[in-house]
């Protein structure tokens, strides 16, 4: 009866697993600006969209892994085998300028945090470029993996209700 528990616990775990990575994956700068100035805004009045959201990404990733797997093929390919190679063109062009600005968030963020300790933006930013462009052109991926989940650690105790501050105009 305990093995049976265990092995539906861990099936559920491993369905969720790829929503819960998906949905942590936006914790970075531009995203916890706009979680905080929501957060001040509508306090936990939109805590319940966390489920539904949880659910489609959960979704989307897994149709995202069987489609990669089933087809041996990438999104562009699947894509271009679709629609055609014009709108892979145009969607792979969007896709880099997203990917181009969500690295510029991530060095304003860089740059705003290390404000915060008196280091000038024109020493941090360059700095932390140089240092992601050295892990990632001479690193392997297990160590980049390793230095790039590291923060997780901290982020994660943040994330708890407990260890937030109340919302505007409410108190605990």
Request: hydrophobic share 45%; glycine share 8%; charged share 15%.
């Amino acid at each position: 009866m305990l093995k049976r528990w265990r092995i539906r616990i861990l099936l559920f775990l491993a369905v969720l697993g790829p929503g819960f990575i998906t949905a942590n994956v936006d914790n970075d700068s531009g995203g916890i600006f706009t979680y905080s100035a929501a957060g001040a805004q509508y306090g936990y009045t939109l805590l319940w969209t966390i489920i539904p959201i949880t659910i489609s990404l959960i979704v989307v990733q897994e149709m995202c892994a069987r489609m990669g797997v089933v087809t041996g093929k990438g999104l562009s390919d699947l894509i271009r085998e679709e629609f055609g190679l014009r709108l892979t063109f145009l969607l792979m062009v969007a896709l880099v300028v997203v990917n181009y600005t969500n690295v510029v968030t991530e060095f304003i963020g860089i740059a705003g945090s290390l404000h915060l300790f008196h280091v000038s933006k024109f020493i941090s930013v360059p700095t932390c470029a140089a240092l992601v462009w050295y892990m990632v052109v001479k690193g392997s991926y297990k160590s980049t993996e390793k230095i790039l989940s590291s923060p997780r650690l901290s982020i994660s105790p943040t994330s708890s209700p407990a260890c937030s501050p109340s919302p505007v105009g409410t108190t605990r």
